[in-house]
């Protein structure tokens, strides 16, 4: 419903722009373009300004176990319990350990950031003039990164993704991401952060391969981590492949239970 | 000893957030059964494919399994279309079975019984 995007953050300059709008004997020559939170409103578009911009054509595939080992998270609080917690049951060879970090309410309930980065999945980039949007295969999520000028939200409700604004640095984006949930996946086995923590990727190709993109994460949280914690994601390109469809409850066979136990039913049937 | 070195290595392949839609802690994953069946059905679907089979056991009682794999956009780039196996298709399979003893399993490979083609879930 449109009435729900009204409720953004930007409300009230999108009120100004729909005023203005409404006084407006011609909705095509509507001057919003004076609202610089809203670019999508203004009179002009430069698509010449792609032109500049890297060449991230292709699907990245995420090249799981090549990524640089992260550091030691310095956690804080109830974050560092449940690490502590974690890292006690994979000591202890327990296999349940997995079910322990991976709760979820539903099988086909996306990770959020940057779980979405990750997924076993092709990710893909479009470029458009103020934004850049990711389109990861799994689930097919889309991020949302907005490279327009505007500001962060002072109060984002929380979300999976977040919201991401970006800037360019040469051929590098860089993102940050604040918006997102308490409990949410920083990283892998019980690194978790709080709805505080600011997320900033530096994305771009390898200088010594473009077709390998480093994406390299830097979280602050000031209730989950006494320091900054670092990570590094690789993907390698295809050029050859498009994405495909996904949709999860097509034959979701996984259900899981309030004690995060996962089933697999459907079993034995014609 | 050996089961916690299994159990380690699966959950250090299966890691967070590597996991796409489920773990696999319902699965023995430190163990491997082959058995040769008959295909019933073939689901090309999301979030997982499946085939089932019917398998004949020592005393002579038909059950049929089912056999989760991954995603057909995975499988796909394995050399898997939807139709690579079809009902009537006699097959072995190896997999790891359920924990709770049901008949179902994740598919780690299956032989097509005419071609002698192998096609790997992964």
């Not at chain 1, 939170?37 to 595939?61: E, F, H, M, N, S």
């Not at chain 1, 952060?193 to 390898?206: A, F, G, N, P, W």
């Not at chain 2, 299966?14 to 430190?30: G, Q, R, Y």
Request: proline content about 7%.
């Amino acid at each position: 419903m449109r009435k729900t995007n009204i409720k953004r953050p930007y409300r009230p300059a999108l009120r100004g722009a729909l005023a203005m709008l409404l006084c407006s004997p011609a909705w095509g020559q509507q001057e919003a373009e004076a609202d610089t939170v809203w670019p999508a409103a203004g009179k002009t578009v430069d698509y010449g300004a792609l032109q500049g911009l890297p060449d991230w054509r292709g699907i990245w595939l995420p090249m799981m176990g090549k990524n640089p080992k992260p550091e030691i998270p310095r956690l804080m609080g109830k974050y560092k319990a449940h690490y502590d917690e974690i890292q006690t049951l994979i000591n202890s060879g327990d296999p349940e350990a997995q079910l322990k970090v991976e709760r979820r309410a539903s099988a086909c309930e996306p990770p959020g950031m940057p779980g979405i980065m990750t997924q076993p999945y092709d990710i893909e980039f479009l470029f458009t003039p103020g934004r850049v949007t990711m389109v990861q295969e799994a689930y097919m999520q889309v991020r949302r990164i907005y490279t327009d000028g505007r500001p962060l939200p002072a109060d984002p409700d929380p979300t999976y993704n977040g919201v991401s604004i970006a800037h360019w640095e040469g051929q590098t984006l860089v993102v940050t991401t604040t918006g997102l949930r308490d409990g949410g996946v920083m990283g892998r086995w019980g690194i978790t952060y709080s709805d505080k923590v600011t997320m900033t990727e530096r994305i771009h190709l390898d200088p010594a391969n473009p077709d390998i993109l480093v994406v390299e994460n830097r979280f602050n949280d000031p209730l989950a981590l006494s320091a900054p914690w670092h990570s590094t994601y690789l993907f390698s390109r295809n050029r050859s492949q498009d994405q495909l469809e996904f949709i999860c409850a097509q034959n979701d066979r996984n259900p899981i239970d309030d004690k995060g136990n996962v089933d697999l039913v459907d079993t034995g049937q014609k | 000893m050996r089961l916690k070195s299994a159990a380690m290595l699966a959950l250090a392949t299966l890691a967070v957030p590597a996991l796409a839609h489920h773990s696999f802690a319902m699965f023995d994953m430190k163990k491997e059964v082959t058995a040769q069946g008959v295909v019933t059905d073939f689901r090309w679907t999301n979030p997982h494919s499946w085939m089932h089979l019917d398998v004949t056991g020592k005393d002579g009682a038909k059950v049929n399994w089912a056999l989760e794999m991954t995603s057909p956009n995975n499988l796909v780039l394995g050399g898997w279309r939807r139709s690579s196996l079809k009902p009537g298709d006699k097959v072995t399979v190896t997999y790891h079975p359920l924990l709770n003893g049901k008949s179902g399993g994740s598919l780690i490979q299956v032989v097509l019984a005419d071609s002698k083609t192998t096609l790997e879930n992964k």
